[in-house]
């Protein structure tokens, strides 16, 4: 048996004739930017995660990048963020001529400690970025409480976390930014690239449409310079068929991580922790395990898709050297990426798959 990591062909097939008329309509219509469906999601989404904007841009990375600037984050300012994220979290804020300053995470969801932010609070800081790993929120009361005491934005980089909620409230509107990618492995995936920021500011909102347009307002008239970072129509015409889905596909998800949890409890495996304010979407299901090498080559010779999600920590990126991070700087985040792998479980995974993985971990955990 061969187990795909994600298999989006699925998907597809599952909803074939709803996305092609979508996709027709648009090729129709010829209004490939800024087309009537980009309007109509963004006010699905908004809707979706109960703020009163939302609004689409051309990634996951552009929708922090954009947020960011809305802050006024520039040149010398600093972001406190987590080592253990995809490297768009960091990589948008040294664009900005910014410094990332990261803080460890907690062992359990692999979110930003919220403990930890406080000590690294300088003068220089401007904003606080957690991220939503894996589909699970991280601890938001206290960091917007930290936030709010030393009058800085918070931005959630929400990009793996779209319908996940932290009590009872839906990640993305539990601060000033909430930032999604539409990257097609995405629980909300698009056919190509695509992001949105959900604010219920005002004048936040009004700031990114003009940053996504070159910083136009109205059209030719440029009081700042912006990007070109749209959501294309043709993108947003799909994700408003597949945003129908959503829910019953991360249902799936959930049951699929059930399963899972309860068929390694008692091994030498680390389940993902739920926590009891959380609503996981399951964007991944990442064990942890102490001999991850062994574990990768017998999913490897038994032919099921795995990942490592992420091998390198933030700080200990070479890129990175200039900050001078060293190993031993963020302990859990540094143990964390030697033993956490990911496996499948996208909602079209059938139990007969779902076993053929399990039996094989089992046998390889021994
Ligand atoms: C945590 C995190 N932040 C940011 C991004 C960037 O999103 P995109 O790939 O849509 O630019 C991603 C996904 O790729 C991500 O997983």
């Excluded at 009163?52 to 984050?73: E, Q, Y």
């Excluded at 690294?120 to 991280?138: D, E, F, N, R, S």
């Excluded at 309860?262 to 991944?284: D, M, R, W």
């Amino acid at each position: 048996m061969n187990v795909a990591f994600l298999d989006l062909k699925r998907q597809y097939s599952s909803i074939k004739e709803e996305l092609d008329q979508a996709v027709f309509s648009v090729l129709s219509h010829a209004k490939f930017i800024m087309g009537p469906e980009v309007k109509a999601f963004e006010d699905k989404v908004a809707e979706y995660c109960g703020t009163k904007f939302a609004i689409g841009v051309a990634s996951g990375t552009d929708a922090l990048l954009l947020s960011l600037r809305a802050c006024g984050v520039g040149p010398g300012d600093e972001v406190i963020t987590t080592g253990f994220s995809f490297f768009a979290t960091a990589g948008v804020i040294t664009r900005l001529g910014a410094v990332p300053v990261y803080v460890d995470i907690d062992p359990d969801t692999y979110n930003m400690a919220p403990e930890q932010i406080e000590k690294k609070i300088t003068a220089k800081t401007k904003a606080i970025m957690p991220v939503h790993l894996y589909g699970q929120c991280a601890d938001m009361d206290p960091i917007t409480a930290i936030a709010k005491k030393h009058n800085l934005k918070v931005v959630e980089d929400a990009a793996q976390a779209i319908g996940s909620k932290y009590k009872e409230k839906k990640a993305g509107s539990l601060s000033d930014f909430g930032c999604f990618s539409f990257f097609p492995s995405k629980n909300l995936g698009a056919a190509g690239d695509g992001g949105m920021v959900v604010t219920n500011d005002p004048k936040m909102a009004d700031m990114i449409r003009m940053l996504r347009i070159h910083g136009a307002k109205p059209k030719y008239y440029h009081s700042i310079v912006g990007y070109n970072s749209r959501l294309d129509t043709i993108q947003a015409a799909i994700l408003s068929v597949k945003l129908r889905y959503l829910d019953g596909w991360t249902e799936k998800r959930r049951e699929h991580a059930e399963v899972y949890n309860k068929a390694f409890k008692g091994l030498n495996v680390i389940t993902p922790k739920e926590e009891e304010s959380n609503y996981h979407i399951y964007h991944q299901y990442t064990i942890a395990v102490k001999n991850r090498e062994r574990l990768r080559e017998v999913l490897k010779e038994n032919q099921i898709g795995h990942d490592v999600y992420y091998p390198v920590p933030l700080h200990l990126q070479e890129c990175y050297k200039f900050l001078g991070y060293k190993e031993g700087d963020l302990p859990v985040t540094e143990t964390k990426a030697k033993e956490i792998i990911s496996i499948p479980i996208y909602p079209e995974l059938t139990a007969e798959e779902q076993n053929f993985v399990i039996e094989t971990i089992k046998r390889a955990v021994l």
